[in-house]
């Protein structure tokens, strides 16, 4: 397990690296749209071809990966962020503040996504940066994704709550602000951990799922959200198998983050 | 001009039929046609229908008094065996053909026509087919003048009236009554149900009492059945279409059209440009609530005319549409064959005559960016629903044009019902990337849209009284149109507009896209059409090769 | 040792008469019948009182709600507490909380369980000091290493650095007792102490308790359901049965003439053993 993880470890690395060097690698930029050369094959110039607009798709790839590489973990590390605040609450304090966030987090798992997101799309302005519209769709991720940490970490703090060593540092008159980080936070650690590693790919797909109501990331910045949804027409790629380098990453990187989250912690 | 006009259409059938039958094998009687209905019949009573797969049914079933040729776009004798207009375009009278039977070999008669109009014009009834009657200037009376004779009396003169009756369905009220249970129920049409399996299928088989026949005299139509799927799944339709298991698909998009092309290339058909476009309207809605600088650009004449301009429509058609389309002229598709005005030229692609009639209006370049002459920068955001591949891509490539004349645009993607609410209702949009169908070829149809006072007047609905000079201008040239008689000059008049259209370009019409289709290639005569039913219109005529084969 | 300062007049008072805690309590946990009904108990400062019942009669309740840690485990109690003059039901969390670890410690059944496995003794040893003195540690130090010698414990910063999983049950008991004295609490609950352990571990901590009690005059409430080590240490004895004291009283009296029949089935079920 562990070289395997150190492996994935690198690899993610790597990928990432060759993200953040997208300008340098794809000096043809992901906007620009080579009319005379559409849908065009691998080559020389055009590494992975080109789309059906004639843009790079190498360089869409490389700046997609970017974008959902910083995107996904930024809406991840705020998501359990979010939940770990809102789930510890609950499970530590329990009583109303437990009753009040637990039916929260119910409401917000059971909520009819589409209608929710409709409102905030309509609250939204419409004029939004391709830019500004990814940080708008990482907070949104982040903001709307915490009760699935929240819940997870609730039940691991209630858990962690009554183990002996807690109530011993409460028997002791530790304050709460002690007991929470010194006790309850580093024990929960690795929930918190899984938690961020697993929303990361989570959230790679979920923003693609955004852009069908105006809220992912818009053109002309590529991401993997939507340059997944162009692969949606399965005929498009019979005969053209280099359009699935998208996939392809996507798949990689998943593994990655499967050999990288610590699976033994679940059983705790 | 109307009796000449249907005497013109019959002197093309007459030219036109030897060739036909010169040019294409005898037609084998018998076989099964197969194709998809888009979802489940809501009705099968030809007075109540308005949903596609309905209308479907009762084009294979149902009777008229006149048929437009889909492909010539002229009106032509049916059930009536010709027409007068009368009482300068109050009357219409028609005269009913001798000897046609039911399904069910019973004679139609003059009181099953009489039952069939008045049941339409009835407003009480609320029948679809009767809706561009109502007028409110009164309800028309039908009478029996004479014994094969039908008189329709408009309460105020409808000119091209004649048109409407392509769909007014012909029945009787034995058939009406019987629609619920659509295999006993007789009908005009050249085919009559048979079998009805609600979720699956429709089987219809011929009419043995249709009355038309072939030019050597044999009885239409060719086919002895047709078997129609209910098919949701396009994606589905057109893999049964790949296996040989459906005759025909209407209405395929670019993509699909080019999997058939790929396939078997005889069986991908591009008839050309349809009646369907794509545009981009700005917000010109004095209560919207968008900036007042923006709505000062978007109420320019110059910043609206620069924008089309600058838009390369042959780029859009050729990588969007695969060349499946073609840059747009005018509000008007030459598709539709009377109307369109043929003085007007495709506009050009000009990016720098669009920067020059931009700083002539005020606006300079600052850098790389376009600013108004307050010193706005000029960014504006275009909305489109989502789920449309093809819009999403209009959309992409118009930001790149518009990025070279110093414009930002910022593309959203909304669902469809809130993209509705946005151009309807709150206004909070600047512009809007979406297509446009014409069904009804002739401009009195197109009143909604082209009258200020009209609520599908997209840029500017419902206005007291019209705010600009030449959508006053519109506004007097439609009406004016809708009650002239003589068809040159309604055509004079509706040119007129659609000159203005292009001129002030309140919507910039973007690509005509062709109306695409596959077709088996074991099908003898078809001729697809832009109109609806594309690839079936002429059903009585459409043979399998070999007869039973396939 | 210095007298904790701030400490109520009846604390400092040598009146045996006057009692340490006193209390009528009911407890019980949410959606279930009441653990323990009216008990009623009271303890001389400086005194051993054994608390003795089978398992699941309620004793570890009675001793977290003395604490006012029921709520943890879901439990409520109610009745009252009177522990030195005050009222402890009624105490805020706040004041409740200057009560725990200064006042009344706790020794707990598992001693590594109730060692956060993540933290070196050190550490907790730290945060037990920090916990209520505002002084600083270093200050602490020197009695630290008085406090291990008294428990038997080695007093090197090496001990100090090593986490509770590498110590022995025994080691880790001592540990906590230890922990339990930092700021010489009137009153240690020592929720069976020894029933994790070995016998040799646990005479030798039953050892240190009654050296700690005769040596600092520290009260302890010793549950246990080991009739043997209760007659061995406490000075009286409460026998707790289906939610009520059935019987208390000086351990020779109750071992002699036990009344309740209850009673009598523990005492029969005790091994004969010379003490
Ligand atoms: N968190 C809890 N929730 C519900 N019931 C509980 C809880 N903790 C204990 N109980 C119940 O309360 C009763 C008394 O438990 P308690 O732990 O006080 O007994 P005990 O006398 O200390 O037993 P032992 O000798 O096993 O430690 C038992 O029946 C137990 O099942
Ligand atoms: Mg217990």
């Given at each position: 397990m562990?070289?395997?993880r150190r492996?994935?470890?690198?690899?993610?690395?790597?990928i990432?690296?060759?993200?953040?060097?997208?300008?340098?690698?794809?000096?043809?930029?992901?906007?620009?749209?080579f009319?005379?050369?559409?849908?065009?094959?691998?080559?020389?110039?055009?590494?992975?071809?080109?789309?059906e607009?004639?843009?790079?798709?190498?360089?869409?790839?490389?700046y997609?990966?970017?974008?959902?590489?910083s995107?996904?973990?930024?809406a991840?590390?705020?998501?359990?962020?979010?939940?770990?605040?809102a789930?510890?609450?609950?499970?530590?304090?329990g009583?109303?503040?437990d009753?009040?966030?637990?039916?929260?987090?119910?409401?917000f798992?059971?909520?009819p996504?589409?209608?929710?997101?409709?409102?905030?799309?309509?609250v939204?302005?419409l004029?939004?940066?391709?830019?500004?519209s990814?940080?708008?769709?990482?907070?949104?991720?982040?903001?709307?994704?915490?009760?699935g940490?929240?819940?997870?970490?609730?039940?691991a703090?209630h858990?962690?709550?009554?183990e002996?060593?807690?109530?011993?540092a409460r028997?002791?008159?530790?304050?709460?602000?002690?007991?929470?980080?010194?006790?309850?936070?580093?024990?929960?650690?690795?929930?918190?951990?899984?938690q961020?590693?697993?929303s990361?790919?989570?959230?790679?797909?979920?923003?693609a799922?955004?852009?069908?109501?105006?809220?992912?990331?818009?053109e002309?910045?590529?991401s993997?959200g939507?340059?997944?949804a162009?692969?949606?027409n399965?005929?498009?790629?019979?005969g053209?198998?280099w359009r699935?380098?998208p996939?392809?990453?996507?798949l990689?990187?998943m593994?990655?983050?499967?050999?990288i989250?610590?699976?033994?912690?679940?059983?705790? | 001009?109307?009796?000449?006009?249907?005497?013109?259409?019959?002197?093309?059938l007459?030219?036109?039929s030897?060739?036909?039958?010169?040019?294409?094998p005898?037609?084998?009687?018998?076989?099964?046609?197969?194709?998809?209905?888009h979802?489940?019949p809501?009705t099968?009573n030809?007075l109540?229908?308005?949903?596609?797969?309905?209308?479907?049914?009762?084009?294979?079933?149902?009777?008229?008094?006149?048929?437009?040729?889909?492909?010539?776009?002229?009106?032509e004798?049916?059930?009536?065996?010709s027409?007068?207009?009368?009482?300068?375009g109050?009357?219409?009278e028609?005269?009913?053909?001798?000897?046609?039977?039911?399904?069910?070999?019973?004679?139609?008669?003059?009181?099953?026509?009489?039952?069939?109009?008045?049941?339409?014009?009835?407003?009480a009834?609320h029948s679809?087919?009767?809706?561009?009657?109502?007028?409110g200037?009164?309800k028309?009376?039908?009478?029996q003048?004479?014994?094969?004779?039908?008189?329709?009396?408009?309460?105020?003169?409808?000119?091209?009236?004649?048109?409407?009756?392509?769909?007014?369905p012909?029945?009787?009220?034995?058939a009406?009554?019987?629609?619920?249970?659509p295999?006993?129920?007789?009908?005009?049409?050249?085919f009559?149900?048979?079998?009805?399996?609600?979720?699956?299928s429709?089987?219809l088989?011929?009419?043995?009492f249709?009355?038309?026949?072939?030019e050597?005299?044999?009885?239409?139509?060719?086919?002895?059945?047709?078997?129609?799927?209910?098919?949701?799944?396009r994606?589905?339709?057109l893999?049964?279409?790949?296996?040989?298991?459906?005759?025909?698909?209407n209405?395929?998009?670019a993509?699909?059209?080019e999997?058939?092309?790929?396939?078997?290339?005889?069986?991908?058909?591009?008839?050309?440009r349809s009646?369907?476009?794509?545009?981009?309207?700005?917000?010109?809605?004095?209560?919207?609530?968008?900036?007042?600088?923006?709505?000062?650009?978007?109420?320019?004449?110059?910043?609206?005319?620069?924008v089309?301009?600058?838009i390369?429509?042959?780029?859009?058609?050729r990588?969007?549409?695969?060349?499946h389309?073609a840059?747009?002229?005018?509000?008007?598709?030459?598709?539709?064959?009377?109307?369109?005005?043929?003085?007007?030229?495709?506009?050009?692609?000009?990016?720098?005559?669009?920067?020059?009639?931009l700083?002539?209006?005020?606006?300079?370049?600052?850098?790389?960016?376009?600013?108004?002459?307050?010193?706005h920068?000029?960014?504006?955001s275009?909305?489109?629903?989502?789920?449309?591949?093809?819009r999403?891509?209009l959309a992409?490539?118009?930001?790149q044009?518009?990025?070279r004349?110093?414009?930002?645009l910022?593309?959203?993607?909304?669902?469809?019902g809130s993209?509705?609410?946005?151009i309807?209702?709150?206004f909070?949009?600047?512009?809007?990337l979406l297509g446009?169908?014409n069904v009804?070829?002739?401009?009195?149809?197109?009143?909604?849209?082209w009258?200020?006072?009209?609520?599908?007047?997209?840029?500017?609905?419902a206005?007291?009284?019209?705010?600009?000079?030449?959508e006053?201008?519109?506004?007097?040239?439609?009406?004016?149109?809708a009650?002239?008689?003589s068809?040159?000059?309604?055509?004079a008049?509706?040119?007129?507009v659609?000159?203005?259209?292009v001129?002030?370009a309140?919507?910039?019409?973007?690509?005509?896209?062709?109306?695409?289709?596959?077709?088996?290639r074991?099908?003898?005569?078809v001729t697809?059409?832009?109109?609806?039913?594309?690839?079936?219109?002429?059903?009585d005529?459409?043979?399998?090769?070999?007869g039973?084969?396939? | 040792?210095?007298?904790p300062a701030?400490?109520?007049?009846s604390?400092?008072?040598?009146?045996?008469?006057t009692?340490?805690?006193?209390?009528?309590?009911?407890?019980?946990?949410?959606?279930r019948?009441?653990?323990?009904?009216?008990?009623?108990?009271?303890m001389?400062?400086?005194?051993?009182?054994?608390?003795?019942g089978?398992s699941?009669?309620?004793?570890?309740?009675?001793a977290m709600?003395?604490?006012?840690?029921l709520?943890i485990r879901?439990?409520?109690?109610?009745?009252?507490?009177?522990f030195?003059?005050?009222?402890?039901?009624?105490?805020?969390?706040?004041?409740?909380?200057?009560?725990?670890?200064?006042?009344?410690?706790?020794?707990?059944?598992?001693p590594?369980?109730?060692?956060?496995?993540a933290l070196?003794?050190?550490?907790?040893?730290?945060?037990?000091?920090?916990?209520h003195?505002?002084?600083?540690?270093?200050?602490?130090?020197?009695?630290?290493g008085?406090l291990?010698?008294?428990v038997?414990?080695?007093?090197e910063p090496?001990?100090l650095?090593?986490?509770?999983?590498?110590?022995?049950?025994?080691?880790?008991?001592?540990?906590?007792i230890?922990?339990?004295?930092?700021?010489?609490?009137?009153?240690i609950?020592a929720?069976?102490?020894t029933?994790?352990?070995?016998?040799i571990?646990?005479s030798e901590?039953?050892?240190?308790?009654?050296?700690?009690?005769r040596?600092?005059?520290?009260?302890i409430?010793?549950?246990s359901?080991?009739?043997?080590?209760?007659?061995s240490l406490?000075?009286?004895?409460?026998?707790?049965?289906?939610?009520?004291?059935?019987?208390?009283?000086?351990?020779s009296?109750?071992?002699?003439r036990p009344q309740?029949?209850y009673?009598?089935?523990?005492?029969?079920?005790?091994?004969?053993?010379?003490?």
């Amino acid at each position: 397990m562990k070289p395997l993880r150190r492996a994935a470890m690198a690899l993610l690395a790597a990928i990432y690296l060759a993200a953040l060097a997208a300008a340098w690698l794809a000096p043809a930029g992901y906007a620009r749209q080579f009319r005379e050369s559409p849908d065009a094959k691998p080559s020389a110039v055009f590494l992975l071809g080109t789309d059906e607009l004639g843009r790079d798709s190498f360089a869409r790839l490389l700046y997609g990966s970017r974008v959902s590489l910083s995107l996904a973990p930024a809406a991840a590390a705020l998501a359990t962020l979010v939940g770990a605040v809102a789930g510890v609450s609950a499970g530590y304090w329990g009583g109303w503040i437990d009753t009040c966030l637990a039916r929260l987090m119910d409401l917000f798992l059971s909520v009819p996504w589409l209608f929710l997101l409709l409102s905030v799309r309509a609250v939204l302005p419409l004029n939004v940066r391709p830019l500004e519209s990814i940080g708008i769709t990482f907070l949104l991720l982040g903001l709307l994704g915490w009760a699935g940490p929240a819940r997870v970490l609730r039940a691991a703090a209630h858990e962690v709550k009554s183990e002996d060593f807690m109530v011993q540092a409460r028997a002791r008159g530790s304050s709460p602000v002690r007991v929470l980080s010194l006790h309850l936070l580093p024990n929960l650690a690795p929930v918190l951990a899984a938690q961020f590693w697993m929303s990361i790919p989570l959230f790679i797909l979920s923003e693609a799922n955004l852009g069908f109501l105006g809220l992912g990331v818009a053109e002309p910045v590529p991401s993997w959200g939507n340059l997944l949804a162009g692969l949606q027409n399965l005929d498009a790629v019979a005969g053209c198998p280099w359009r699935l380098a998208p996939l392809v990453l996507l798949l990689v990187v998943m593994a990655c983050f499967h050999f990288i989250v610590p699976m033994e912690d679940f059983s705790k | 001009m109307n009796v000449r006009w249907a005497g013109f259409a019959l002197a093309w059938l007459v030219v036109q039929s030897p060739l036909r039958s010169a040019r294409i094998p005898e037609p084998v009687p018998g076989g099964e046609l197969r194709f998809c209905l888009h979802a489940e019949p809501k009705t099968f009573n030809t007075l109540m229908v308005s949903e596609e797969p309905d209308e479907v049914v009762r084009f294979l079933t149902g009777g008229v008094l006149i048929r437009m040729n889909r492909e010539t776009q002229a009106l032509e004798p049916e059930l009536a065996e010709s027409w007068r207009i009368l009482d300068g375009g109050r009357k219409i009278e028609f005269k009913l053909r001798e000897g046609v039977r039911f399904s069910d070999g019973s004679a139609l008669t003059a009181a099953d026509v009489l039952f069939s109009l008045r049941s339409v014009l009835d407003p009480a009834l609320h029948s679809p087919a009767g809706e561009p009657f109502r007028t409110g200037q009164g309800k028309p009376l039908v009478s029996q003048p004479g014994s094969r004779r039908i008189l329709v009396s408009l309460a105020a003169p409808m000119p091209g009236v004649e048109r409407l009756f392509d769909e007014v369905p012909i029945t009787s009220a034995r058939a009406v009554e019987k629609s619920a249970h659509p295999a006993d129920m007789p009908g005009l049409g050249p085919f009559h149900v048979v079998e009805y399996r609600p979720g699956s299928s429709l089987l219809l088989a011929r009419n043995p009492f249709y009355w038309k026949r072939d030019e050597a005299g044999r009885s239409l139509p060719y086919l002895d059945s047709v078997r129609l799927s209910i098919q949701q799944n396009r994606d589905l339709e057109l893999a049964r279409f790949l296996h040989g298991e459906i005759h025909l698909i209407n209405g395929l998009d670019a993509e699909s059209f080019e999997r058939v092309a790929a396939k078997s290339p005889g069986e991908a058909r591009d008839t050309g440009r349809s009646l369907e476009s794509e545009e981009l309207w700005f917000n010109q809605v004095a209560r919207a609530p968008i900036p007042e600088y923006r709505k000062q650009w978007f109420r320019s004449r110059e910043f609206r005319r620069a924008v089309a301009q600058a838009i390369n429509r042959a780029d859009l058609a050729r990588l969007v549409y695969r060349g499946h389309a073609a840059p747009a002229i005018g509000p008007v598709s030459p598709a539709n064959l009377a109307w369109f005005n043929a003085n007007l030229r495709v506009p050009t692609f000009d990016p720098d005559a669009a920067l020059a009639r931009l700083k002539a209006a005020g606006f300079s370049l600052a850098g790389s960016a376009l600013h108004d002459r307050e010193g706005h920068g000029v960014e504006f955001s275009v909305i489109t629903n989502s789920g449309n591949k093809s819009r999403e891509r209009l959309a992409t490539m118009i930001q790149q044009d518009l990025a070279r004349i110093g414009i930002r645009l910022n593309v959203v993607t909304l669902d469809f019902g809130s993209l509705i609410e946005r151009i309807t209702r709150t206004f909070d949009y600047e512009s809007c990337l979406l297509g446009m169908v014409n069904v009804d070829l002739d401009p009195s149809a197109e009143m909604n849209v082209w009258l200020s006072s009209a609520s599908s007047h997209a840029w500017n609905p419902a206005q007291t009284s019209p705010e600009t000079s030449w959508e006053a201008d519109i506004d007097r040239l439609m009406r004016a149109q809708a009650v002239e008689t003589s068809f040159k000059r309604r055509k004079a008049l509706f040119d007129r507009v659609q000159e203005i259209v292009v001129e002030e370009a309140p919507v910039v019409v973007l690509v005509d896209k062709n109306a695409l289709s596959a077709v088996s290639r074991s099908l003898g005569d078809v001729t697809p059409a832009v109109l609806h039913p594309q690839t079936f219109w002429n059903i009585d005529r459409i043979y399998l090769r070999g007869g039973a084969g396939r | 040792m210095t007298t904790p300062a701030g400490l109520p007049e009846s604390a400092v008072d040598p009146r045996p008469s006057t009692p340490l805690i006193s209390m009528r309590l009911s407890a019980g946990y949410r959606g279930r019948p009441p653990v323990v009904e009216n008990v009623e108990l009271d303890m001389a400062p400086g005194e051993i009182l054994g608390l003795v019942g089978r398992s699941g009669e309620g004793k570890s309740t009675i001793a977290m709600a003395i604490l006012k840690l029921l709520s943890i485990r879901g439990g409520k109690a109610t009745g009252e507490i009177r522990f030195r003059g005050r009222e402890l039901l009624t105490l805020s969390e706040r004041e409740m909380r200057r009560i725990r670890g200064r006042e009344i410690s706790l020794v707990p059944q598992s001693p590594i369980a109730a060692l956060n496995p993540a933290l070196t003794i050190g550490t907790q040893f730290r945060e037990a000091w920090n916990a209520h003195s505002s002084a600083p540690y270093a200050g602490f130090e020197p009695r630290l290493g008085e406090l291990l010698a008294g428990v038997s414990l080695p007093s090197e910063p090496q001990f100090l650095r090593r986490h509770p999983g590498e110590l022995s049950v025994g080691i880790a008991q001592r540990v906590l007792i230890a922990m339990a004295l930092v700021h010489r609490p009137a009153l240690i609950l020592a929720d069976e102490p020894t029933s994790a352990l070995d016998t040799i571990t646990q005479s030798e901590i039953l050892g240190l308790l009654a050296r700690l009690n005769r040596e600092l005059e520290t009260a302890i409430l010793y549950i246990s359901h080991d009739l043997l080590s209760v007659a061995s240490l406490c000075h009286r004895v409460a026998i707790l049965h289906q939610g009520s004291i059935v019987e208390c009283g000086p351990v020779s009296q109750i071992f002699a003439r036990p009344q309740h029949p209850y009673t009598r089935k523990l005492l029969a079920s005790i091994p004969r053993h010379p003490l």
